[in-house]
C-alpha cells in the first residue's frame, strides 16, 4: 500500500509563472489537507479538501492560490503568479476519517517550490 | 481563535537525558492531540498521540501528557538517543472542520 505520493519533489519557478503540485491520497483515503512550511518554521494549514469539495480553505491565500481533489485523480495546488515569498515546501497528508476520529494524517515527502 | 503554541523553540539535550516539549492551545472543544517528528528533509510523522478521555498515554520511551483544565499538554522522551534528533510538532483539532492546527515545533539535538 503505497503511502502519500507528491509530486513534483522538486520545482522551479520564475516570478508569474504558474506551479502546479499534486498529491495522490493512501488507498482508500479520501480527505486531503494541504500545509505549507516555510524555512524554520512550523506547518501552516492551507485547505482541507474531500472528493470534489473543499471543506475547509481557510488558510488558503484568496488571490493566486486554488486547490481541487477531483473524482478521478490527485489533488492539485494551484499557485498562479508566484513571487519570491511562495518559496515553501508544500506537504500534502491525507486520512482515512475526518482526523479527530481516526487519528493519524498521513504525509507525503513534500514538493519544495523556489520562486527565482 | 486556532492557535496552537509550542515551547521551547530549540532543545539541547546530552544522551541518556530526558527532553520535554509543551504545547498550549486555545480551542476548548479539541479532543485529539498528536506529536509528529520531521527529520531534517523528511515528512513529518506520528510518534504518539492523546484523546482527551486520557490524561497520559505511554510508549516505550515517549509519554504524552493532557491537562484539559489547562489546556495544554506535553511530550516527554526518556534516555535519548543521538537518533532523537529531530524537530517535533505539536498539534490539536479543530472539531468544526476536522483539520489538525501544528504548533510551531521544537527542534531537539540529542549530543552523544
Known amino acids: 500500500n503505497a503511502g502519500v505520493m507528491q509530486n513534483p519533489r522538486h520545482l522551479v519557478r520564475r516570478r508569474g509563472q504558474e506551479a502546479r503540485l499534486r498529491c495522490s491520497p493512501m488507498?482508500?483515503?479520501?480527505?486531503v489537507y494541504w500545509y505549507r512550511q516555510l524555512p524554520e518554521e512550523g506547518l501552516k494549514f492551507m485547505v482541507y479538501?474531500?472528493?470534489?469539495?473543499?471543506?475547509?480553505e481557510s488558510g488558503m491565500p484568496k488571490e493566486r492560490f486554488s486547490a481541487e481533489f477531483p473524482k478521478e485523480g490527485p489533488s492539485i495546488l494551484r499557485i498562479q503568479q508566484v513571487v519570491r515569498g511562495d518559496s515553501a515546501a508544500y506537504f500534502c497528508?491525507?486520512?482515512?476519517?475526518?482526523?479527530?476520529?481516526?487519528?493519524?494524517?498521513?504525509f507525503g515527502e513534500g514538493s519544495r517550490l523556489t520562486v527565482l | 481563535g486556532e492557535n496552537v503554541e509550542q515551547h521551547p523553540s530549540t532543545l539541547s539535550v546530552q544522551e541518556g537525558d530526558s527532553a520535554v516539549i509543551k504545547c498550549t492551545y486555545s480551542?476548548?472543544?479539541?479532543?485529539?492531540f498528536p506529536w509528529y517528528k520531521q527529520e531534517l528533509g523528511k515528512r513529518p510523522q506520528l510518534i504518539i498521540d492523546?484523546?482527551?478521555?486520557?490524561g497520559e498515554k505511554k510508549d516505550q520511551r515517549i509519554a504524552v501528557t493532557l491537562n484539559k483544565t489547562a489546556k495544554h499538554f506535553s511530550l516527554h522522551i526518556t534516555e535519548t538517543q543521538p537518533e532523537d534528533s529531530a524537530v517535533y510538532f505539536c498539534?490539536?483539532?479543530?472539531?468544526?472542520?476536522?483539520?489538525?492546527?501544528f504548533g510551531q515545533g521544537t527542534e531537539l539535538s540529542v549530543k552523544p
Open positions: 488507498k482508500g483515503h479520501s480527505h
Open positions: 498539534a490539536a483539532d479543530r472539531p468544526q472542520g476536522g483539520k489538525l492546527i
Open positions: 479538501l474531500q472528493k470534489e469539495n473543499i471543506i475547509d
Open positions: 497528508a491525507s486520512s482515512l476519517s475526518l482526523a479527530a476520529n481516526t487519528g493519524e494524517l498521513f
Open positions: 492523546i484523546r482527551s478521555n486520557v
Open positions: 480551542d476548548s472543544a479539541s479532543n485529539y
